[in-house]
């Protein structure tokens, strides 16, 4: 069970993350893709940060994780930039997708399948 500071610190984390994505994105993935951060989970060390990174318009989805985890040294700095009076010490950041969304398009897809 997750304590509050540490829901806190995951949601601080992802909406920090969200922003410089949106600034920054381009330089590390390119114009044309939607990136988002659907989600953060923290460690109750605080030392790992799991980030959950759903991707739109992209067709290789491993390639923005990868992209991200060699731009790992420059979010963790922008991040220190941001939120770094606010929390002792930065987790090391972790990026996984979300699959949620094409879970979700799939499930509409065989549902609207079986209307017909």
């Known amino acids: ?9 995951a949601e601080m ?3 920090s993350l969200s922003m410089i994505l949106q600034a920054e994105g381009a330089y590390i993935y ?8 659907t989600g ?8 790992i940060a799991k980030v959950y990174i ?3 318009r992209v067709e290789d989805k491993n390639e923005i994780i990868n992209l991200l985890t ?3 040294p420059h979010l963790h700095s922008r991040l ?3 939120i770094g009076k606010k929390i002792r010490r930065l987790p ?3 990026f996984y997708t979300d699959d949620l969304v094409d879970e979700m398009y799939r499930v509409n897809k065989l549902l609207d399948g079986l209307k017909d």
Do not use: N, W
Request: hydrophobic share 40%; glycine share 2%.
């Open 13 to 15: 984390l992802r909406r």
């Open 70 to 72: 060699a731009a790992k």
């Open 1 to 9: 069970m997750k304590s509050v500071r540490q829901k806190q610190v």
């Open 54 to 56: 759903s991707a739109f």
């Open 30 to 37: 390119g114009q044309d893709k939607l990136v988002t951060v």
């Open 92 to 94: 090391e950041l972790h």
């Open 80 to 82: 220190a930039q941001r």
């Open 40 to 47: 953060v989970d923290i460690t109750p060390d605080y030392s």
